[in-house]
């Protein structure tokens, strides 16, 4: 496995990492574990959740999951660089009116401290925020942030789906305040999804922020199965846009014959090459998943492999505004 640091910081973390999205939903925990386990033997140090996962009336099952994991001792949290978030609803109805999405310092207390007891530990390495908060001043969401770090609770605070002026108006008002701020940026980016090349990555590099990619096989469509149309497979529930795609899935496929390499892998693999990105999450359902997912890091594609993908996949053209701009 291979390491870098997260963003500007000093915390080395896995070029993989392990998102655990489907534990407690489409995998049992007895193969969550497994996986985990396996994760660790592989060199995979960074793990990825979120207090919403398991989603509904179920909110929070993943991070128990986690939990229980932990609790079989043998290092396994000393060795784990865990990252959760906030900002979903979590069904709870004590809550009442704040039963609600959002940023606000009352939630992020709560839901950190209900979040540090279903994963059975006392901190949390990355602390990220799920969404944007269009309604909350950051005077007060960095101010519950700032706490959380100072009770030794979370080590650094991240985002996911913010755009680039997000990440700028963020740091901006961190730094006033004195405080790190963003260590990390989870986006939606993979070959089929390059908008965010246009400002997040810029952003993101500009500020020292590192970007973990979500979806990098843009759920399935390019892990090579697309094509089969399988019924009852997340493939044959998305024909329409498996249609859509299908002269770039062909083309995508070929390409990736002749390489002798699988679709996955080479998804992967591009997202690895690129200098703004830390570490692809890898939303694994079963152990066979988890290890075709693990040859990612060890594949590199030269300049000819990149430049043919991206003609099969053309981003936006470069950063804005060079990209649509004179």
Same mark, same amino acid.
């Given at each position: 496995?291979?390491?870098?640091?997260?963003?500007?910081?000093?915390?080395?973390?896995?070029?993989?990492?392990?998102?655990?999205?489907?534990?407690?939903?489409?995998?049992?925990?007895?193969?969550?574990?497994?996986?985990?386990?396996?994760?660790?033997?592989?060199?995979?140090?960074?793990?990825?959740?979120?207090?919403?996962?398991?989603?509904?009336?179920?909110?929070?099952?993943?991070?128990?999951?986690?939990?229980?994991?932990?609790?079989?001792?043998?290092?396994?949290?000393?060795?784990?660089?865990?990252?959760?978030?906030?900002?979903?609803?979590?069904?709870?109805?004590?809550?009442?009116?704040?039963?609600?999405?959002?940023?606000?310092?009352?939630?992020?207390?709560?839901?950190?401290?209900?979040?540090?007891?279903?994963?059975?530990?006392?901190?949390?390495?990355?602390?990220?925020?799920?969404?944007?908060?269009?309604? !909350?001043?950051?005077?007060?969401?960095?101010? &519950?942030?700032? /706490? $959380?770090?100072?009770?030794?609770? +979370?080590?650094? @605070? =991240?985002?996911?789906?913010?755009?680039?002026?997000?990440?700028?108006?963020?740091?901006?008002?961190?730094?006033?305040?004195?405080?790190?701020?963003?260590?990390?940026?989870?986006?939606?980016?993979?070959?089929?999804?390059?908008?965010?090349?246009?400002?997040?990555?810029?952003?993101?590099?500009?500020?020292?922020?590192?970007?973990?990619?979500?979806?990098?096989?843009?759920?399935?469509?390019?892990?090579?199965?697309?094509?089969?149309?399988?019924?009852?497979?997340?493939?044959?529930?998305?024909?329409?846009?498996?249609?859509?795609?299908?002269?770039?899935?062909?083309?995508?496929?070929?390409?990736?014959?002749?390489?002798? !390499?699988?679709?996955?892998?080479?998804?992967? &693999?591009?997202? /690895? $090459?690129?200098?703004?990105?830390? +570490?692809?999450? @890898? =939303?694994?359902?079963?152990?066979?998943?988890?290890?075709?997912?693990?040859?990612?890091?060890?594949?590199?594609?030269?300049?000819?492999?990149?430049?043919?993908?991206?003609?099969?996949?053309?981003?936006?053209?470069?950063?804005?505004?060079?990209?649509?701009?004179?």
């Amino acid at each position: 496995m291979e390491y870098t640091t997260l963003g500007r910081t000093g915390l080395k973390v896995s070029r993989l990492c392990l998102g655990t999205m489907n534990f407690g939903v489409d995998t049992e925990e007895k193969e969550a574990f497994r996986i985990m386990d396996a994760a660790l033997d592989a060199g995979i140090n960074f793990f990825d959740t979120a207090n919403v996962y398991g989603w509904g009336e179920n909110a929070g099952r993943t991070e128990e999951i986690i939990g229980r994991w932990f609790a079989q001792g043998g290092g396994r949290r000393e060795r784990v660089v865990l990252a959760t978030k906030v900002f979903g609803e979590m069904h709870n109805p004590l809550e009442g009116p704040n039963n609600t999405p959002g940023l606000s310092a009352f939630k992020i207390r709560r839901h950190l401290e209900d979040s540090l007891r279903r994963l059975q530990t006392d901190h949390i390495e990355l602390y990220q925020m799920h969404h944007v908060d269009w309604k !909350v001043s950051w005077a007060e969401i960095w101010g &519950a942030f700032e /706490l $959380a770090v100072q009770q030794g609770k +979370a080590g650094y @605070i =991240g985002a996911s789906n913010f755009p680039g002026w997000k990440l700028m108006e963020a740091q901006k008002e961190a730094e006033s305040r004195h405080f790190l701020g963003l260590v990390s940026e989870q986006h939606k980016y993979n070959l089929n999804c390059r908008l965010p090349e246009l400002e997040v990555l810029p952003a993101a590099q500009h500020l020292g922020i590192g970007v973990i990619p979500w979806s990098p096989l843009d759920g399935g469509l390019l892990g090579g199965n697309a094509l089969k149309k399988q019924p009852g497979t997340r493939s044959g529930r998305d024909a329409a846009r498996i249609e859509k795609h299908r002269i770039q899935l062909e083309q995508f496929s070929g390409l990736c014959r002749e390489l002798g !390499v699988r679709e996955d892998t080479v998804a992967l &693999a591009w997202l /690895l $090459a690129n200098p703004a990105v830390t +570490a692809p999450i @890898i =939303g694994c359902r079963t152990m066979e998943q988890f290890e075709q997912s693990l040859r990612a890091v060890e594949v590199v594609l030269n300049e000819e492999v990149l430049n043919r993908l991206d003609e099969i996949f053309p981003g936006p053209g470069g950063q804005a505004p060079e990209a649509y701009a004179w």
